[in-house]
Antibody
Framework: QVHLVQSGAEVKKPGASVRLSCQTF????????IHWVRQAPGQGLEWMGI????????TYAQKFQGRVTMTSDTSTSTVYMELSSLRGDDTAIYHCARDVRQKLVRGAESWGQGTLVIVSS | DIVLTQSPGTLSLSPGETATLSCRTSQRVSNGYLAWYQHRPGLAPRLLIY???SRASGIPDKFSGSGSDTDFTLIISRLEPGDSATYYC?????????FGGGTKVEIK
C-alpha cells in the first residue's frame, strides 16, 4: 500500500532554513513524481514544485526559485524539500504527494500527513 | 502562469442534491492535465479526478468531471454530509501547476 510519511513539525526564526523529509513506501520510488504543496492558515493550496526521483530533475514554482531545493535519496525512498530565507508568510502546512500516473504528471494522488512549519521570532 | 478561476465561491445545498462546480482557466489546458481535489479541514487533500474526467482510485461514481480547453466542471451527485469540503481544481499542463481558489461546499 502506498504510504508517505513526513517529518515532524518545525519552528524556525525568520531568515533560517528548514529541511523537510518525505519517506515513501509501497511502490517503485523512481517511477513517480513527487509534488510539494503547502497551505498557509486561511489560504488555499499552493503548488511549490515537483521532483522526478529518477535522476533528481526538478521544476520549481517561480515564486520559490532561489529559495527552494528538492532532492531525493533512492536508497531510503525519501524526498527532501529545503526552504531557505524563511519569512512569516512561510508559516504553513507542507505536504508531499505522489503523482497518480507512473512517469507522468497528472495530479497528486497519495499524500503525506503534512508538516507544520511555523516561522516566528 | 495559468490562472484558474473557480465558481461559485461557496455552495450551500441539501443532502441528496447535486453540486455543480466550475473551473475556468486563463489559457487552454489539454484534457489530460486538469485535476480536482477534495480538501476537508485537518486532512490531506484527496484527488478525485485527473485527466479532466478520470476518477482516481477508490473515488465513487457520484463524483464526475468533464470539460475541455478552458472550461471544466466537477459534478457531485447525491450529496451527503461527508461531502462538506473545499474543492480545488489544478492544472498540470504547464509550470507552475496552479490551483484554483477553491469552492466551499456546505451541506445544510
Amino acid at each position: 500500500q502506498v504510504h508517505l510519511v513526513q517529518s515532524g513539525a518545525e519552528v524556525k526564526k525568520p531568515g533560517a532554513s528548514v529541511r523537510l523529509s518525505c519517506q515513501t513506501f509501497g511502490y517503485s520510488f523512481s517511477d513517480y513524481y513527487i509534488h510539494w504543496v503547502r497551505q498557509a492558515p486561511g489560504q488555499g493550496l499552493e503548488w511549490m514544485g515537483i521532483i522526478n526521483p529518477r535522476g533528481d530533475a526538478t521544476t520549481y514554482a517561480q515564486k520559490f526559485q532561489g529559495r527552494v531545493t528538492m532532492t531525493s535519496d533512492t536508497s531510503t525512498s525519501t524526498v527532501y524539500m529545503e526552504l531557505s530565507s524563511l519569512r512569516g508568510d512561510d508559516t504553513a502546512i507542507y505536504h508531499c504527494a505522489r503523482d497518480v500516473r507512473q512517469k507522468l504528471v497528472r495530479g497528486a494522488e497519495s499524500w503525506g500527513q503534512g508538516t507544520l512549519v511555523i516561522v516566528s521570532s | 502562469d495559468i490562472v484558474l478561476t473557480q465558481s461559485p465561491g461557496t455552495l450551500s445545498l441539501s443532502p441528496g442534491e447535486t453540486a455543480t462546480l466550475s473551473c475556468r482557466t486563463s489559457q487552454r489546458v489539454s484534457n489530460g492535465y486538469l485535476a480536482w481535489y477534495q480538501h476537508r479541514p485537518g486532512l490531506a487533500p484527496r484527488l478525485l479526478i485527473y485527466g479532466a474526467s478520470s476518477r482516481a482510485s477508490g473515488i465513487p461514481d457520484k463524483f464526475s468531471g468533464s470539460g475541455s480547453d478552458t472550461d471544466f466542471t466537477l459534478i457531485i451527485s447525491r450529496l451527503e454530509p461527508g461531502d462538506s469540503a473545499t474543492y480545488y481544481c489544478q492544472q498540470c499542463y504547464s509550470s507552475p501547476l496552479t490551483f484554483g481558489g477553491g469552492t466551499k461546499v456546505e451541506i445544510k
